[in-house]
């Protein structure tokens, strides 16, 4: 086995011999410090060989144009796979660069190894993943890809880790941003708003810089609606329809609750929307709603527990976990992550539909344009979807989506600086942030 031992730094390198070299571990001295490095900086290899000088030639590293630019690599996965070429062509698909911010919070430790097994998008899709941090979580980044490394998902075929979305968003072609500050004791929504909209800002930036041109972007961290629709207005190059924010924990929860009160398994629920904002203003549809194929409120003949209970159930779900676990659901949040990708590289099944924080331009329900608003979707399994045409409304509905909608407008207003429009202004109604945001 060759071992490339590197200095001052590190990133993915090719060994060359007359024998097939199955394994390559490049062993790290001081990389925590010197992963800051710029990329460019000139990396010379001191290369060492356990095996005997007549079985292979002395093998030489070399670094292409390609490694320069990529952000530097995590232990094993320094790696350069050489694939057999049926392997590649026939057994395969291409591989997909996926990335991930706020990578070393709780969230990711439970999607990371998700994406990784094949569970998202299938057994057949190598993966790499581009783990995105900060100056004081990266020791923890670097945990995170150590147990990447020792899980030996065999769909993983590269990691790397660093901190400036500029080198991470690389060519990404799914990018899930989950990393946000979350709202301390006595802080304004508005400060919060500003302080994580800025975040949002420049790694919408950042994607339209380097990300693939058909990056498709699920943003997680809150406030999510608005916070995609700054990324996305920072992303002209990017089509704003690319741009998801995650309400599809909301949905899981309607679901759980409609499944309980009919006395079924959730399975049997389906076309529910969750519409509007991820906030306590958000508006589980119950009209739409089926269980086994027929109308929810055929089934479930309690129209006081659908209006009040039901709704404020789904509203304030985060806030009773935290009471009861201690801490924000970072598992389920995971678990709804992975169902809104699959969502979108799966058809969804006929007159089915999910639910997306998607942007509002061309909507045919008369909801606000150029919000980031949750509204009923369909895909055919390509990752793009369209709206479901065949919703229908009553009085009830309507007001609450009109609520809902209203917050939106008032949070746009709040960044109006970080999406070209002007000063800010702020009048936000009342504080509606979700518990568990808190």
């Not at 990389?31 to 010379?44: D, K």
């Not at 030639?57 to 070429?85: I, R, W």
């Not at 409609?258 to 079924?264: D, F, N, P, R, Y």
Request: hydrophobic share 40%.
């Amino acid at each position: 086995m060759a071992v490339a031992e590197f200095s001052p730094s590190y990133t993915k390198t090719s060994l060359h011999s007359s024998s097939q070299l199955s394994y390559i571990s490049t062993r790290l001295s001081n990389h925590r410090r010197l992963a800051f490095r710029p990329l460019h900086r000139t990396r010379h290899g001191r290369v060492y060989c356990s095996v005997a000088s007549n079985q292979v030639q002395a093998p030489v590293s070399v670094q292409t144009e390609e490694t320069k630019n990529k952000p530097d690599c995590f232990g094993v996965f320094c790696v350069t796979y050489d694939l057999k070429a049926e392997e590649e062509t026939k057994s395969w698909k291409k591989l997909i660069n996926i990335a991930v911010s706020g990578a070393a919070g709780m969230i990711s430790n439970h999607l990371l190894f998700k994406l990784a097994s094949g569970e998202v998008f299938g057994p057949d899709q190598p993966i790499a993943l581009k783990l995105l941090g900060s100056e004081r979580s990266f020791q923890a980044l670097e945990g995170v890809a150590m147990e990447l490394e020792d899980s030996l998902y065999p769909l993983l075929r590269e990691v790397s880790i660093g901190i400036n979305p500029y080198e991470v968003f690389q060519d990404a072609e799914w990018a899930l941003l989950i990393g946000a500050k979350p709202r301390g004791p006595g802080m304004e929504r508005a400060d919060l708003l500003d302080i994580n909209g800025q975040i949002f800002a420049e790694q919408g930036k950042a994607l339209n810089a380097v990300a693939s041109r058909n990056v498709k972007v699920m943003v997680v961290g809150n406030p999510c609606n608005t916070n995609a629709l700054i990324c996305l207005k920072n992303a002209p190059d990017i089509p704003a329809k690319n741009f998801h924010a995650l309400t599809r924990l909301d949905e899981n929860r309607a679901k759980c609750q409609l499944a309980h009160k009919a006395g079924v398994f959730y399975d049997q629920v389906s076309n529910v929307t969750i519409w509007g904002n991820h906030s306590t203003t958000q508006v589980p549809d119950f009209l739409n709603a089926r269980i086994n194929g027929l109308p929810v409120k055929k089934v479930i003949n309690d129209a006081k527990w659908l209006a009040e209970e039901f709704t404020e159930k789904v509203q304030k779900r985060g806030g009773v976990l935290i009471k009861k676990w201690g801490r924000s659901s970072a598992a389920s949040t995971a678990v709804s992550i992975v169902d809104g990708i699959r969502s979108l590289v799966t058809p969804t099944p006929k007159g089915d539909w999910f639910s997306s924080g998607v942007c509002t331009n061309g909507n045919p329900y008369g909801i606000a344009e150029d919000i980031v608003f949750s509204m009923p979707c369909r895909s055919k399994g390509d990752g793009d979807y369209e709206l479901a045409m065949d919703v229908i409304f009553d009085n009830y509905l309507l007001e609450r989506i009109t609520k809902t909608e209203a917050e939106l407008l008032a949070e746009k207003r709040c960044v109006a600086h970080l999406i070209g429009e002007g000063i800010a202004f702020c009048d936000l109604p009342e504080d509606t942030m979700l518990p568990g945001e808190m």
